[in-house]
């Protein structure tokens, strides 16, 4: 399965201008404008459907029951305007059991694309679930026959993810010199949910650094922003 990276958001979970912590307020020049930022509704794959199968076999879980997706998520950063500028963004995944009474680890990211990328890459990965993976009538195929390709067609500022194998992974997001930070940012994460967690809830969440003549302020979205970033896989 080819997945190719959309150069603009198709649907829109929310939008609007990120709020300043109360404790940095007092310091913001009362001209200081804060970032606009556009979420994404994230795109969902199941591992069955997106992990292409090169024999035609039917494809089946590696042990331990557990289920997995591929997701994309994807965000719009606009710079506030006049002397201000955005050094950096982090877009992060707060991720836990569809049922509540399953442990919190049982929800969590596999992994994690891109793991770094810098600002003049174009790249192309191969997603595979291993070491190896057994199938119904009890053959296998090894790590690397079995996999989804998708590719970023155009050039992106630094990004690097922190969090593989765990609830609160996230992606941070630089400028670099040949590109400011402004735009769309794609990013994908292979989901997991262990028997017991019966699906994943999540919430994606924006944190943009701006700055300014009194020095960095964080801007981050409001709970009743958060309430629209919320999606249910599974």
Not at 218 to 233: L, Y
Request: net charge neutral; aromatic share 12%.
């Amino acid at each position: 399965m080819q997945i190719t990276t959309p150069s603009n958001i198709q649907a829109i979970a929310w939008e609007g201008a990120l709020s300043a912590p109360e404790t940095t307020r007092v310091f913001k020049s009362t001209s200081a404008k804060p970032p606009v930022v556009t979420i994404g509704q994230p795109e969902v794959w199941r591992a069955a459907d997106a992990l292409e199968n090169q024999v035609g076999q039917k494809w089946v879980a590696p042990l331990g029951g557990a289920e997995f997706w591929l997701a994309r998520f994807a965000c719009t950063l606009r710079a506030p305007g006049g002397i201000e500028r955005i050094s950096e963004a982090q877009q992060s995944l707060y991720l836990r059991p569809k049922n509540s009474g399953a442990d919190k680890d049982t929800a969590y990211a596999f992994n994690l694309f891109p793991d770094r990328l810098g600002a003049e890459d174009k790249a192309e990965w191969n997603v595979k679930l291993g070491p190896e993976l057994k199938f119904a009538d009890g053959s296998g195929l090894k790590a690397g026959e079995l996999g989804a390709k998708f590719e970023f067609n155009k050039v992106f500022p630094v990004i690097q993810s922190y969090g593989a194998g765990e609830w609160n992974p996230y992606w941070i997001f630089r400028p670099h010199a040949s590109r400011l930070i402004e735009g769309s940012q794609f990013v994908y994460a292979v989901l997991a949910a262990k028997a017991g967690a019966a699906g994943i809830r999540g919430t994606m969440t924006v944190t943009v650094t701006v700055e300014t003549q009194f020095g960095p302020v964080r801007f981050g979205m409001s709970d009743e922003a958060q309430e629209s970033t919320r999606f249910v896989i599974g």
